[in-house]
């Protein structure tokens, strides 16, 4: 059931009103009903993955805290951990990666390995790597076990986020979705005009510049003129698609009186790589550096590792290698955790590579920065950190949509050695065809203008629903209806497109 569809505004619509006709102590079953209604729409058998992760992990953190009371060896509730664990994101590793081990395996030694193919559940990637966060908070004592298994059940399955996140931290989602919430005007409208804009982009913008970044990246031989174009808009619809899913979610979590966790901040002023991947996918990369680089950078071997590097490179640089390496290795699992292909191994060693060469460069840059006489905080300055991080988000975006490395490669190529931009009113735009084309692409101009100017406003600091709020009621509401009528005048005509998080 996409989120952008009727039968979702509906079921939504009706979540709300079950949840406050519901007696307040009984709220969260309501909410627990609903979150596993939704996902039986998708079908019962894939509905057994996700009830076993919630078991695995719900048992898995008993056990541990039961030992803990029993004070038990650590050694014995390490191999909990270990065997919980392995079955949980050795189911998520089996449904998402057998295929790809086995047609490698088959390439390297001429094998014919094969197996049934597999049917991936959808949002299996964010419940198992919000249950496995939870599980490892258990283990490292910073929370309780949840007792009762129907409360963590819905921890897991809460239906808003439950296909493509935010991924939730137990500390912070868990006593929300427990707890009862009056019903309260404010956070209806509110929650109302967040799923508005959510709305707005992904039905305007992602849908509409899904049609080009498709039809380049489809058929890039027959459209190789405009492979830039490609990169742009798939760049523009990924970003549309996903943060207006974020907006549907946390607009309809408020309804319920719950605040999730924020999952973009304006990546597209970042100026530098690491930057952009504190305001992109946040709870994805708060989860990898809590779980995954801290680990990792504080484990046994990354301290031998460090202690080698400071006697080869000197104390300074000794420090920042095993850093750059860390972050090498969690951009890795970021990129194997988005597909099982190779271009997507590639695409977590790009952004890896250059935040790791940034962490070992970073002296050098403040270095040549007082030479050049530049504090950084110059308009120039910003202006060109911000292009120079735009420039290399395109160029992983290649890697990112294209078919595979080697068709990547060959974009960039066709990028470089033919350009021609007229090509682009050949793709055909919708029901209407070539005729169509130009005003498709103006929709999206304007579009993107209208969320750059929003966006700049937050930047600033300033809280446009709460701005809005405060003006007249009539030019409240007019603002929010030409937002609705946008929607139905200048919504996508082509097939309609499913969220591209949905699938991960």
């Not at 009903?33 to 695995?56: D, E, Q």
């Not at 009056?182 to 509409?208: H, P, Q, S, T």
């Not at 549907?248 to 999952?263: P, R």
């Not at 919708?430 to 130009?438: A, I, N, V, W």
């Amino acid at each position: 059931m996409s989120l952008v569809s009727n039968s979702f505004i509906l079921f939504a619509g009706a979540s709300v009103l079950v949840y406050y006709l519901a007696p307040a102590k009984f709220q969260w079953m309501v909410l627990l009903l609903f979150s596993y209604a939704y996902y039986l729409t998708g079908g019962v058998r894939l509905t057994g993955y996700l009830l076993f992760s919630t078991i695995v992990t719900y048992v898995g953190a008993r056990l541990i805290g039961a030992f803990y009371e029993k004070e038990r060896s650590s050694s014995q509730v390490r191999w909990i951990l270990i065997v919980a664990l392995l079955l949980n994101l050795g189911m998520l590793c089996y449904l998402k990666y057998t295929g790809f081990l086995l047609e490698n395996l088959n390439a390297l030694f001429g094998g014919d390995l094969r197996i049934t193919s597999l049917a991936l559940p959808l949002g299996i990637s964010f419940y198992t790597f919000q249950s496995t966060g939870y599980l490892l908070d258990v283990y490292w004592k910073r929370i309780d076990a949840e007792k009762n298994l129907l409360k963590y059940g819905l921890f897991v399955s809460f239906f808003p986020q439950l296909m493509q996140g935010p991924i939730g931290r137990y500390s912070l989602l868990a006593c929300q979705l427990y707890e009862p919430h009056a019903l309260k005007k404010e956070n209806l409208i509110r929650g109302a005009e967040r799923m508005l804009w959510g709305f707005f982009k992904k039905i305007v913008i992602a849908d509409w510049a899904a049609v080009f970044a498709d039809a380049i990246f489809d058929t890039p031989d027959m459209y190789q003129g405009v492979a830039l174009f490609g990169a742009l808009f798939y760049m523009i619809q990924l970003y549309a698609d996903f943060s207006g899913a974020m907006d549907v979610v946390i607009g309809l979590s408020q309804m319920f009186g719950i605040t999730l966790e924020e999952n973009f901040r304006r990546p597209f002023f970042a100026r530098s790589m690491a930057d952009f991947w504190h305001r992109w996918h946040i709870t994805l990369g708060n989860w990898m550096k809590e779980y995954l680089f801290y680990p990792v950078s504080l484990s046994g071997w990354m301290s031998k590792f460090s202690r080698w590097a400071k006697k080869k490179f000197g104390r300074k640089m000794g420090r920042t290698i095993p850093i750059a390496l860390a972050d090498v290795i969690v951009f890795l699992a970021v990129g194997i955790w988005h597909g099982a292909e190779w271009k997507y191994v590639v695409y977590g060693f790009y952004n890896g590579f250059i935040i790791g060469s940034s962490e070992l460069l970073a002296g050098q840059y403040r270095e040549w920065k007082k030479k050049l006489g530049i504090s950084g905080k110059e308009t120039w300055y910003v202006a060109f950190a911000i292009i120079r991080t735009l420039f290399l988000t395109l160029t992983r975006m290649y890697f990112d949509r294209a078919d595979s490395v080697s068709a990547a490669l060959r974009m960039m190529k066709a990028t470089l050695t033919s350009f021609h931009p007229s090509v682009l009113l050949t793709i055909p735009a919708g029901r209407d065809g070539l005729s169509f084309t130009p005003y498709a692409l103006l929709i999206i101009a304007v579009g993107c203008v209208v969320v750059v100017i929003v966006e700049i406003l937050q930047e600033k600091g300033i809280q446009i629903r709460e701005s809005l709020a405060k003006l007249p009621l009539p030019a409240t509401a007019a603002v929010y209806f030409i937002l609705l009528l946008s929607i139905g005048l200048f919504g996508s005509t082509a097939a309609v497109k499913g969220f591209i998080y949905a699938q991960f």
